[in-house]
């Protein structure tokens, strides 16, 4: 028989091949199968021959579409080289590429298929493998753009760490599996920065941020479960997703840290600055305050020689009269200069801070018992002596007062605190008023500066009080906002090395 021939030369030339022919009849019975087919398969030819192809090859689930599949073949005439899954007799997996060729008596009836089949399992498995790198390259490269994106924004020296957080969330569901239905929340000391549709989800993913060893707070994704519904995946995270959420999670710790430490740096350079300035111009104000001291006293002198003389006409002597209130005025101011620019000498001695605020106070208070302002005294029994000039401390609380006072024209609440700390004496002097914004923050010691009107202040109280409290080794601060109120906290050292004077 013609076909028999055939497969018989095909055994001949294939017998030293890798690639094994078989011929079947169309129902897939195997006629013939060359020698090495045993190499292949594990079988012998003897096992086989006779035998239906597909019920020893083709694993049950797969037999009945890869029968289907042959028979198709042949009943269109068409034989497109494919790959199917053969089952070996060790019941191993090969992948073999397949040939065919059907052949057909002279009446056109198909006897037999020619079957050409090629060990590709090695190729199918690096095919797979490369699948699977190239996908945890995509994944990889997903991460390595989220990790970068979040390098570049913090690289902007003028984005704040709000903003930071707020970018960071929109890099991060595009480096998971599902971009299209995840979204992402950073929380930080109770604040949510969020993209945009984010809600609770039970498919989330969650790693806590630590700051230098405190948490801070969480970041987040999570899978939409609304839009999960309209997906026919199934959704998880890879371990790979638990990875990069860890390192995104420690790259905010580390990004939160910086920024933190970087405005701390900008704070303090602030401070040195502002020092420097009210150093230069305590400087000038010195020079200035002496130079007109001598003159003025000298028309003081004169004036109120004058004042003496008793015969002289009406107009004259109210004209005198002003102009020694002027002059008296202008050394009152002279003398604040004086002590900004730390010209005054001071009289220090051993000062116990309570009953120094307890004498101040009980002059002060009376001066404002027609407002609504109410007087409250915090103060810590175990504040120990300071060495300080008392009518200049006084002078500290009476400016800090009258400021405050000022400060709340509708009332409120003026406390004054004292507090012992290790090397401290702590003296806070807080209301409840209007407050100032950073701006006016940042010249409240300048002498002169002021928001008030004409007859309400001169702009030298709070430069007298930093002068004072410069002069005995202590510091100011000042906390404020607008609207709600307004704290002035003095620190002295408390064991004063300052010798009397
Ligand atoms: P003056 O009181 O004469 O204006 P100061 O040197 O005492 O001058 O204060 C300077 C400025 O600081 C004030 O004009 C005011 O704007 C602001 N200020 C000082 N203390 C307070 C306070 N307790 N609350 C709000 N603003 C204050
Ligand atoms: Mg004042």
Redesign the pocket.
Known sequence: MKFHKIADFCDAVIETSSTMVLALDPDGKIIDITPNARDITGYSISEIKGKNWFDIFISHEERKSSYEYFRNMIIRGKTPQYVNRILKKNKNEIFIEWNHKIYQDSADNVIGVLAVGYDVSERIKTESELKKERFELIERNKELTCLYGMAKVVEHPDVTLQEILQSVTALIPPAFQYPEIASAAIHLDRQLYCTAGYEQSKHKLSEKVFVQGKKRGKVKVVYSEEKEKSTDKTISFLKEEHNLLKTIARQLALIIEKREADDKRLELEGQLRHADRLAKVGQLTAGVAHELNEPLGNILGFAQLADKNSDLPEQVYKDIKNIIQSALHAREIIKKLMLFSRQMPSKKKRVNLNTLIEDALSFIEPRFATTEVEFIRELDQSVLEITADPSQLTQVLV??A???V??MPKGGTLTIKTLAENEHVVFTVQ?T????DQE?IKQ??LPF????DVD????????V?HGIIVAHGGEIDVH?HIGQ??R?EIKFPANSTNKEE
Request: neutral net charge; without cysteine.
């Open positions: 400016n800090l009258i400021n405050a000022q400060a209301d008023g209007i407050g100032m006016t409240i010691f500066f002021t928001t008030k309400q202040g001169t702009g030298l109280g709070l430069s009080v404020s109120g307004t002035f």
